[in-house]
């Protein structure tokens, strides 16, 4: 089955050697990575209302034949278990390849799954039940959340010492407590 048709860089009007961004068909300017549990999946509108100039959900543009040709949308959300940075990071630098956005926002939210284990536990029962070492799989240390403060802080760390992270880049870190809807700053690195 041929799908080429549906890629940009088969399109007559697509320049790939002369990409100027996406920006004009989609304003992107913040990524928000966030857990994927449902109870906290308006971590995305509660970030977009805090910063006040964000666009969430926003909706789609058409062209006149209704093909979807762009979005409103400013604020992207990537959810992961946990909402942990390193799972970002490819995120990160494809989106400031097709977009150059500005701004990274981490936020960890309450009685969040992440925080119910720690990582032996996990690396223990594969090794118990699937029969399988995964203790070098992944970073341990980005595996659970042991304390909120610190996993927070520790993304935005990461993020900043990470090279596919501009430098420019904003970084914000939040905790969300999810039967409020408080959304708490922990920390942020701007660059001036
Ligand atoms: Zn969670």
């Given at each position: 089955m041929d799908l080429s048709e549906y890629e940009f860089r088969s399109q007559p009007w697509f320049d790939q050697e002369n990409f100027q961004g996406f920006n004009?068909?989609?304003?992107?300017k913040t990524m928000?990575?966030?857990?994927?549990?449902?109870?906290?999946?308006?971590?995305?509108?509660a970030v977009a209302k805090h910063f006040g100039d964000e666009v969430f959900p926003g909706e789609n543009v058409l062209d006149e034949n209704g093909n979807r040709v762009g979005h409103t949308r400013t604020l992207f959300s990537l959810a992961n278990a946990g909402g942990r940075a390193v799972d970002a990071l490819q995120a990160v630098a494809t989106m400031d390849y097709l977009f150059r956005f500005t701004t990274v926002v981490v936020v960890h939210h309450s009685f969040c799954g992440a925080t119910a284990f720690r990582p032996d536990q996990l690396i223990n029962r594969y090794r118990d039940e699937h029969n399988v070492d995964i203790s070098d799989a992944f970073r341990r240390d980005a595996l659970t959340i042991p304390h909120f403060d610190e996993s927070i802080k520790y993304d935005l760390a990461l993020l900043r010492s990470h090279p596919a992270v501009p430098r420019s880049t904003k970084l914000f870190g939040f905790f969300y407590e999810m039967n409020t809807g408080e959304l708490i700053e922990i920390a942020r690195d701007v660059p001036a």
């Open positions: 004009e068909a989609i304003p992107m928000v990575v966030h857990c994927f549990d449902p109870r906290a999946a308006d971590i995305p509108d």
